[in-house]
Structures are given as C-alpha cells and as structure tokens.
C-alpha cells in the first residue's frame, strides 16, 4: 500500500465514510504490519500532522472496541449496528478533532520559519534554540524553526557554507539539508560548503561522528575526514582531509587548495563582493595554491601574481578585469 492510497482510506475511516472493503484493508495493514511499522513511517517520511492521524485512528480503534466489549458485557444479548458505532465514532472523532486544531494551531505558532543570510563580503554567527552555534560563510544562507521543542530532530535548511557547533542531544538528531544531501548528528562540530555554483557539495568532520547521505548512497565520517558528493553524477566518496584548510575562512584565512584561477576568482568574490571578467580562457585554468590572509583584494591578488603571470585592474563597476600571459 502507498502513502498516498493508505491516507485516502485512513481518512475516509476518520471521517465515518471507509467502505467495509476499506476498513477490512486498514485493519489487515495494522494488524499484518505491527511489528514493522517503524520501517514504513521511516520509508514514507511521515509529517507531524500525518502521525497524529495515525494516532487519531489507533485511538479511535481502541476506544471503540473498549465500547463494544463493556456494552457487551452489560448485557450477552445487546447488539451494536454499525450505525451506532459511527456514533461512538463520531463523538471520539470531534474530541480528538478539538485536540489536533488546538495542537496544529499551537505547532504553527511556535513553529515560525527563521532565515538567516550573508551577503557577498559578510560573515554572522547565529545561536539557535537549542544552543548550538551556527557560523555562516559569505553568500550563505540558513533556515530553521524558532524552536525545536515539538519535533522529534532538528532539521535547517543550507545554501552555501556553515561551520556548525551541535549541542548534544542523544534524542533529537541535528539534520542539515543541502540540496539532496543530509547530514545528521547528535552532538559534533563540522563544516558543510554547498555552493550553488560548485560542482559538489562537501562535509569535513572536526570532532564527533557524522552521517552523511545522497539519494544514492550513506558514509560515516570520523574527525579528519569528510565525504563530498557529485552534483551531478551523484557519487558520494569518503577521504581524508585536512580540517584545518576546510574551516579556515571563518577565521579569517583564504585556502587555495590547488585549485583553477576560475574558481579563486569565485572563492574571492563572495569575500569581497567583486565581480571577475578573464580576457581568455587559458589564464582562468591556471593553478592557485597557497595561504591568504584576509586582506585589501589588491593585496591578495598582487600576492597571486607571484604564482601566475597575469595583470589586473577595477573598472568602475566593481569588476576585476583579468588579462595576461598566464602560466605555461
């Protein structure tokens, strides 16, 4: 049975309307999947409202058949219609009903969405409900409830990059989704860099156990090592890595980690707020590496020219025009 096909017939039971062909189906998926009903909730990725249906029916299942058993017991010879069951029904349902607007009503109040963004240039610290810190790279964006007290994880929202510093808390997961990629942990610190514009998406573990999964596949990290996942193929892989180099911009310290002029030039516009145009193609392929400070631009690009063979210079748009031999 579907999600889908198993909510028509739930709520057609709620609501007094389930055929007998239908009741006999949700009961025989209760009954015939007790013991493994964890694993379908997990599968389907139930939503808080969705569960308290579920609820509402077991409820509503129990307290009907309680009824029947001590009417019964009053009397051998008393005999329950199915007309007076919906009664019985009914009546649950609109308690239950009061109690599921009063907690959705209440869930929506406490459950306001909070994004928090840098531009180009800036960098913020935020401390969520919970306690735990969350430190947002230049162009990075995150977004989480006010308060996490009613869910059962704690799950925000990434675009860009964030070093994260979890309280630990052994019964609500810390979930951080960037794009198809989730990562889940108790109580850690590890930096997420998932640009819009970069080919992949990578996790670096500083201290903690992570877990991080795509739609293909799951790793585990341990601190020195991180996973980073294809955009495009998909491929998520375990290595090794040099935590130090991967979290250095929030302290203030440009790493090229052997990486193309192009993709610098994008690493320095989000710390700068520039833009770059390259006179031909060669000189974006040439190779950087090195340790910058944070510093004037103009410094760190006359400090790049040692490296490559290149000239510059600002046109009144805040544009870095980029021309020259570059490297062989």
């Known amino acids: 049975m579907t999600k889908k096909e198993f909510f028509i017939i739930l709520d057609n039971y709620l609501e007094g309307r389930a055929s007998e062909d239908e009741k006999n189906i949700l009961n025989s998926f209760f009954n015939n999947h007790v013991n493994n009903l964890d694993e379908h909730w997990k599968k389907w990725k139930l939503s808080d409202k969705e569960r308290i249906r579920i609820e509402i029916y077991e409820g509503l299942s129990k307290k009907i058949d309680w009824e029947l058993k001590t009417k019964n017991a009053k009397s051998a010879k008393y005999k329950i219609d199915p007309v007076q069951i919906w009664k019985i029904a009914a009546s649950i349902v609109v308690v239950l009903g009061i109690g599921l607007f009063y907690f959705l009503n209440q869930t929506e109040k406490h459950t306001k969405y909070i994004t928090q963004s840098t531009s180009r240039g800036q960098k913020t610290t935020v401390t969520l409900s919970d306690g735990s810190i969350v430190k947002l790279n230049s162009e990075s964006s995150i977004t989480y409830p006010g308060s996490f007290s009613?869910?059962?994880?704690?799950?925000?929202?990434?675009?860009?990059?964030?070093?994260?510093?979890?309280?630990?808390?052994?019964?609500?997961?810390?979930?951080?989704?960037?794009?198809?990629?989730?990562?889940?942990?108790?109580?850690?610190?590890?930096?997420?860099s998932a640009f819009p514009d970069n080919s992949d998406i990578k996790v670096t573990v500083a201290s903690g156990k992570v877990s991080v999964s795509n739609l293909k596949s799951k790793v585990t990290l341990l601190p020195g090592s991180e996973a980073v996942s294809d955009r495009i193929s998909g491929e998520l892989i375990k290595r090794?890595?040099?935590?130090?180099?991967?979290?250095?911009?929030?302290?203030?310290?440009?790493?090229?980690?052997?990486?193309?002029?192009?993709?610098?030039?994008?690493?320095?516009?989000?710390?700068?707020?520039?833009?770059?145009?390259?006179?031909?193609?060669?000189?974006?392929?040439?190779?950087?590496?090195?340790?910058?400070?944070?510093?004037?631009?103009?410094?760190?690009?006359?400090?790049?020219?040692?490296?490559?063979?290149?000239?510059?210079?600002?046109?009144?748009?805040?544009?870095?025009?980029?021309?020259?031999?570059?490297?062989?």
């Open 150 to 192: 009613i869910f059962q994880s704690r799950e925000i929202d990434l675009i860009g990059e964030a070093f994260f510093e979890i309280k630990n808390d052994p019964n609500k997961p810390f979930i951080v989704r960037s794009g198809d990629v989730h990562t889940k942990v108790l109580g850690t610190s590890f930096n997420v």
């Open 240 to 328: 090794n890595a040099i935590v130090d180099r991967a979290t250095a911009w929030k302290e203030g310290i440009i790493y090229f980690d052997n990486i193309s002029l192009r993709e610098a030039s994008k690493i320095l516009s989000r710390w700068y707020d520039v833009n770059f145009e390259f006179e031909t193609e060669r000189i974006q392929n040439c190779r950087v590496e090195g340790k910058f400070r944070s510093d004037h631009i103009h410094n760190v690009l006359q400090n790049i020219q040692f490296i490559i063979d290149f000239e510059f210079q600002f046109t009144d748009d805040n544009t870095v025009l980029i021309n020259g031999e570059g490297c062989d």
